[in-house]
């Protein structure tokens, strides 16, 4: 039997720009990375759900100790769809590098359901991914100069730790400023566990997005009282380090049908879906979107009912 990597490897890709065009997209309409990648110039795409467009999510009665079966199910079924002569497009989350490198592996399908460039997806993809560690990152460095600068705002107990793309589980609890009188207690957290990760796939645009941002809760002062980034007035450079890490990303599957992929935050911390932006694009051009939730149904499924698709305004079926 063939390994996962063989059988991708072994797809003939078309380039992004054709597969986009089974939307609807034009060139245009995307950024290229390469020629089997490209970003969605939301910017350009037309306004409005097709009224007889299908949002389906496949979940699972409870999870596997590796996760599998949802996201083949998912890219199987769009496959059937588009070979019955329906406009089907996947709608998935980017793998996280942890689980990649750990026991769990990557998430793009198995066997002949698959999305590809298996390896870059799995790996640095777009790099969203670093976008996010960056801008939650900033934020750490940022409050914590904040006091090291006079600390005008009277920072007593800062609440924002940081975060990386790996289970560095001996970086979750550290000590910052050893032997300093500023040393205090902070950590390290995995990035698609970061508030930026859950506040950008709830973003539906860079202002909504901005907005979202400016009320992340980072501190405390001396007297209790919250202290948000907006007091900080950061939110417009943080904003900008995420311009690119909003857009949605497009790439295809075995069978060089779209897949829509962006957006990872874990099911078990957040919301465990993709991003509101790259669900609402695919049902502006496609008649059948599938996509999935992390974990089971009593998780996954459940956050993407309740949270998911009442913010968004969402309505499966």
């Given at each position: 039997m063939k390994s996962d990597f063989q059988i991708s490897n072994e797809c003939k890709k078309?380039?992004?720009?054709?597969v986009s065009a089974k939307l609807g997209l034009s060139e245009e309409d995307l950024i290229l990375y390469g020629?089997?990648?490209?970003?969605?110039?939301?910017?350009?795409?037309?306004?409005?759900?097709?009224?007889?467009a299908k949002l389906i999510l496949v979940t699972a009665i409870n999870p596997t100790s590796s996760?599998?079966?949802?996201?083949?199910?998912?890219?199987?079924?769009s496959d059937a769809l588009n070979k019955l002569g329906k406009k089907?497009?996947?709608?998935?989350?980017?793998?996280?590098?942890?689980?990649v490198l750990g026991r769990k592996g990557g998430a793009a399908g198995g066997g002949y359901a698959q999305v590809v460039p298996m390896e870059e997806i799995n790996l640095h993809f777009t790099g969203d991914m670093h976008a996010i560690t960056t801008a939650h990152n900033a934020i750490a460095v940022l409050v914590n100069n904040h006091v090291f600068q006079g600390n005008e705002l009277d920072i007593d107990k800062i609440v924002f730790n940081r975060v990386m793309d790996m289970n560095a589980r001996d970086l979750r609890h550290i000590k910052v400023n050893a032997g300093t009188e500023l040393e205090r207690e902070d950590g390290f957290d995995i990035t698609v566990a970061s508030e930026i990760m859950a506040i950008l796939c709830l973003s539906e645009g860079i202002a909504d997005l901005k907005?979202?941002?400016?009320?992340i809760l980072v501190a405390y002062n001396s007297k209790g009282e919250p202290i948000y980034l907006?007091?900080?007035k950061i939110e417009g450079v943080i904003t900008s380090l995420l311009k690119d890490a909003i857009k949605p990303n497009i790439v295809q599957t075995l069978e060089n049908n779209p897949a829509i992929i962006h957006g990872g935050p874990f099911a078990n911390i957040a919301h465990g879906c993709n991003s509101i932006l790259a669900t609402k694009t695919a049902l502006k051009y496609a008649?059948?979107?599938?996509?999935?939730?992390?974990?089971?149904?009593?998780?996954?499924?459940?956050?993407?009912?309740?949270?998911k698709c009442r913010k968004a305004g969402l309505k499966p079926k």
């Open positions: 078309k380039h992004i720009a054709e020629n089997y990648k490209a970003k969605i110039q939301t910017k350009n795409i037309k306004h409005g759900i097709k009224e007889d996760g599998e079966g949802k996201s083949t199910v998912t890219i199987g079924l089907s497009c996947v709608a998935l989350r980017e793998p996280s590098l942890g689980p907005e979202k941002l400016r009320n907006k007091d900080l008649d059948y979107v599938i996509t999935e939730a992390g974990f089971g149904a009593d998780l996954g499924a459940e956050k993407f009912l309740n949270i």
